[in-house]
């Protein structure tokens, strides 16, 4: 019911800063990729001075691990295809000069797979300079020396939009920034302006900046605990999820909810039955170790029925809606026999009633002495279910938070680089 981006007017200055911001969802890669041209507006219209049009480093740019720096600029780029008049060494020379120029250390013949992430942001960078747009949307930089690396653009004449959930890069490397939330633009303002830091926070918290944790526990009293893990994307929550996964799957029979890719965590051709009791097919192991279907099928059917998942057993999972596959993957899941739930992300993509199952689920489990370990992008979830918090930005974890010591307006600061 929200149009991802709904009557934006905006200009883009030469030659400034301009920040662009918002909570997941309110519209940024939308507006971006109508910059760019890669899709086309419903209504209204796109006016580029500049006949090279924006381009875009991606957040993740997708690579091929096995192709050279080299390969990935010149290989499939039409713009950059000279066709039968290419000179290998040309190319080289004229990515060495762009590396020398923005002072970080990469070589034309390094191969992809052995990069780190922001040397695949430069490898992208480095395609668009050199297909000449003046125009240029960083998505969650990952570059060291960002204030330096903007100079160099600006030098060449390039204006740089840089999309951020950093308050602190807001802060030090606006000379404008622009909140978009729920598909519109909700502030405009200059980087100069006093009272800044607190418009940018109002508008991250909708007004919820004042209020406290609760310091009651918000179930009855139990042995289990919660630990949330917060951190926006870009400071690292997808490589800590793998660290964690590597950890809890790693002692007995632990859960674990992924977060991008629901297919390691399913077998999308195989029906609900055999995805749901796949942990528990030794229960019903027959004789000679033959699978008791029938008996596997009622217990299934019982159950999905009773927590109101919307399938039969012989369903195939890549025939239920995305709803009714998160919401049997979190049943499956918190039916483990272990003390662990690793969940990262859980209630992306589920609706507010799906989210209240979701909830109940964690509280039952936390009533019943487990351990539940959170990751999440959104303060608001973080500060509503931790029974203790920790703050994660650019890699690197926070001193954790306990119930009833810190405010919201406090942990999105944290999450943001402020105070950290």
């Known amino acids: 019911g929200v149009r991802a981006c709904d009557r934006v007017d905006l200009e883009i200055r030469r030659g400034e800063t301009l920040i662009l911001m918002g909570e997941n969802g309110a519209g940024k890669s939308t507006l971006a990729s109508?910059?760019?041209?890669?899709?086309?507006?419903?209504?209204?219209?796109?006016?580029?001075?500049?006949?090279?049009?924006?381009?875009?480093?991606?957040?993740?740019?997708?690579v091929v691990e096995d192709y050279s720096v080299r390969d990935m600029v010149f290989g499939g780029n039409v713009e950059l295809n000279r066709g039968l008049f290419i000179s290998p060494g040309r190319e080289r020379e004229e990515l060495i000069r762009i590396f020398e120029e923005t002072g970080y250390d990469l070589q034309p013949e390094d191969l992809m797979g052995d990069l780190a992430p922001f040397q695949h942001q430069l490898t992208e960078l480095a395609e668009n300079?050199?297909?000449?747009?003046?125009?240029?949307?960083?998505?969650?930089p990952e570059f060291p020396r960002i204030p330096e690396l903007l100079a160099y653009l600006k030098q060449r004449g390039v204006?740089?939009?840089?999309?951020?959930?950093?308050?602190?890069?807001a802060l030090t490397l606006g000379d404008r920034?622009?909140?978009?939330?729920?598909?519109?633009?909700i502030m405009d303002r200059s980087g100069r302006d006093?009272?800044?830091?607190?418009?940018?926070?109002?508008?991250?918290?909708?007004?919820?900046?004042?209020?406290?944790?609760p310091t009651a526990d918000l179930t009855t009293p139990s042995k289990g605990f919660i630990r949330v893990i917060a951190g926006h994307h870009?400071?690292?929550?997808?490589?800590?999820?793998?660290?964690?996964?590597?950890?809890?799957?790693?002692?007995?029979?632990?859960?674990?909810?992924?977060?991008?890719?629901?297919?390691?965590?399913?077998?999308?051709?195989?029906?609900?039955?055999?995805?749901?009791?796949?942990?528990?097919?030794?229960?019903?192991?027959?004789?000679l170790g033959l699978i008791r279907k029938k008996a596997l099928l009622t217990e299934g059917s019982v159950s999905l029925d009773r927590n109101?998942?919307?399938?039969?057993?012989?369903?195939?999972?890549?025939?239920l809606s995305g709803g009714n596959q998160k919401k049997l993957l979190l049943l499956r899941e918190f039916q483990r026999t272990g003390e662990k739930i690793?969940?990262?992300?859980?209630?992306?993509a589920l609706d507010r009633g799906n989210r209240d199952y979701l909830y109940d689920l964690i509280f039952k489990a936390r009533k019943q002495g487990k351990e539940i370990c959170l990751l999440t992008a959104d303060p608001e979830e973080a500060f509503a279910l931790g029974d203790e918090v920790v703050p994660l930005f650019r890699g690197k974890r926070g001193s954790p938070l306990r119930r009833g010591e810190y405010t919201l307006s406090r942990l999105v600061e944290l999450m943001g680089g402020i105070g950290t």
């Open 129 to 140: 300079l050199l297909m000449g747009k003046k125009v240029l949307i960083l998505d969650e």
């Open 177 to 185: 920034i622009v909140m978009m939330g729920k598909g519109r633009i």
């Open 308 to 319: 109101g998942v919307t399938a039969r057993p012989g369903d195939r999972m890549d025939h």
């Open 342 to 348: 690793l969940l990262s992300e859980p209630s992306a």
């Open 34 to 62: 109508l910059i760019t041209g890669r899709i086309l507006p419903d209504g209204g219209e796109i006016i580029h001075r500049e006949k090279k049009g924006a381009g875009m480093v991606h957040q993740k740019p997708q």
């Open 234 to 287: 870009e400071s690292g929550l997808w490589d800590e999820e793998e660290r964690l996964a590597r950890e809890f799957l790693g002692k007995g029979d632990n859960g674990y909810i992924p977060s991008l890719n629901r297919r390691k965590a399913m077998e999308a051709s195989w029906t609900v039955e055999e995805n749901f009791m796949i942990h528990r097919r030794r229960n019903f192991a027959g004789p």
């Open 159 to 169: 204006t740089p939009l840089i999309i951020t959930h950093r308050v602190e890069d």
């Open 194 to 213: 006093p009272g800044l830091r607190e418009a940018l926070l109002e508008n991250l918290l909708h007004g919820k900046s004042e209020q406290s944790a």
